[in-house]
């Protein structure tokens, strides 16, 4: 790194320069340059895996970019990791907190400092922090524990710290994600004062128009690792970086559709319950599953997609509301799922629906391995029947394995999430609820595990897809809901589905 010094109390520019960030065969980030002038409020768009998360990384010395070079400050640096970044005067504020809830404000500030003695003087430490907030354009209650704080004071003391510790430059990851429409305007009203102000620069992930437009004097937008679009804010329209965000509209599926008859299978009326962060809440008003369709859930990571998925699948409860599988009351027990022949294919398979230390043989035997041929309880593993249905489901689905004895966790992602599909999709199957089946996997893979959606969905299977990737929502679904903030807030057919449209309402819009 070079001998450039930060001055105290003024903005810095940062630059980069053709960035690249390989990880093996992969290329996460493709040629990207960005130019963030000294004082401005920058905005960093793009979809879910664009290479926005992999830039910011390589700026603030996470990651070592491949190639490519970096200016701060119009000097070029080599950013060896973090500490050299915070050298700088470059700060990051998190997506989600890094506070210690039982500590204060203050103590939290303190012990953020690379110079923190071991014997702290609180009452010097106190009348230092008192004038530096002075000089800060919003105050924070640094007196109680952060875990009493609301969210919008921890998101102002986060930036709060950053600026004590005496950068200038500061990344912001999505930080209004946990905080209410009005907690963010204020949060991001101080921040912009204070780029206007030329004492502070700023680049923001977002995937919010409203706060790009309001609040943003430049854009960047990246789409599978390329810079696609940028310039100045007021002279975009969000119908523009919608589009170039999203690009263009994927070919609707090849793969036939049957005519099948269409009945509720699931259905939820009003649910309320509380989100991850226990601060914002999921507002479902009114959603129904019909058999015979795919009906996919599109949205940008974090607003209630997750939750979703645990309310359907009993692992999250709800203060009000009723879920309804077939007209009746469903609680989404064991003993309901298999009455109704409502399935589920979570995220990341190998923590939320396997036994990871099982064989293969035992984790798709989880379906039947307690019911005897007439379907009643038995309390004894029929080890020949669970043999026999692991190679027939490891032959239909074409599950890799060395043996039906491998651990499951020996297998690759791909296997995984085909076998936990195969044991799903056993039998009759009125219901299959799925979470970013794909997230992951190689071609291969992927087409694989949408041939069989689109196949059950064929047999009358109603398929609920919630997706990040808006591609697979659009091949496959034959109606789209959109979901933002907790609530859905858009439908469309599969077939009068625009792109941009959606884009507009997952961002918020």
Known sequence: MSALKVTKGGAISVEAIGMTMRFGDFTALDNVS?????????ALLGE????????????????????????????????????????LGMGMVYQHFTLVPALTGAENLV?????????IDWAHEHRALAAFMETMPFQVPLTVPVRQL??????????????YLGNRFLILDEPTS??????????????????????????????????????????TILRRGKYVAGGSVATMSIEEMSSKMMGAAPVISSRKRVDTPSNPVLSLQRIKAQDRSGLKTIEIDDMTLNSGEILGIAGISGNGQMELMEILTGQRRYQDGTILAHGVPYKATRAEARAHKI????????????????????NLAFKMFDAGKDGKPVFWRNRRAMARNAVDLIAEFQVKTTSPEARIASLSGGNVQRAVLGRELTGEVNA?????????LDFGAVSAIRDRLMEARNKGTGVLLISEDLDEIMELSDRILVMSEGKITYETTGAAADVAEIGKHMAGH
């Open 48 to 87: 879910n895996g664009a290479g926005k998360s992999t830039l910011v990384k390589c700026l603030m010395g996470f990651n070592r970019a491949t190639s490519g070079e970096m200016l701060v400050a119009g000097s070029q640096v080599h950013m060896t990791d973090p500490k050299a970044a915070q050298a």
């Open 34 to 42: 960005l130019k963030i002038p000294a004082g401005t409020f920058h």
């Open 178 to 219: 946990v905080l209410t429409p009005a907690e963010a305007d204020e949060v991001l009203g101080h921040v912009r004062a204070m780029t206007t102000a030329g004492a502070l620069t700023v680049l923001m992930i977002s995937h919010k128009f409203r706060e790009v437009t309001a609040f943003a004097d430049d854009v």
């Open 150 to 163: 609301a969210a919008g004071e921890k998101q102002k003391l986060e930036i709060v710290k950053q600026l």
């Open 111 to 119: 012990i953020s400092r690379a110079d923190t003695p071991h014997m």
């Open 343 to 362: 399935r589920y294919l979570p995220e990341e398979p190998l923590r939320n629906a396997c036994a990871p230390k099982m064989s293969v043989a035992e």
């Open 432 to 440: 299959l609820v799925v979470s970013n089946p794909c997230f992951g």
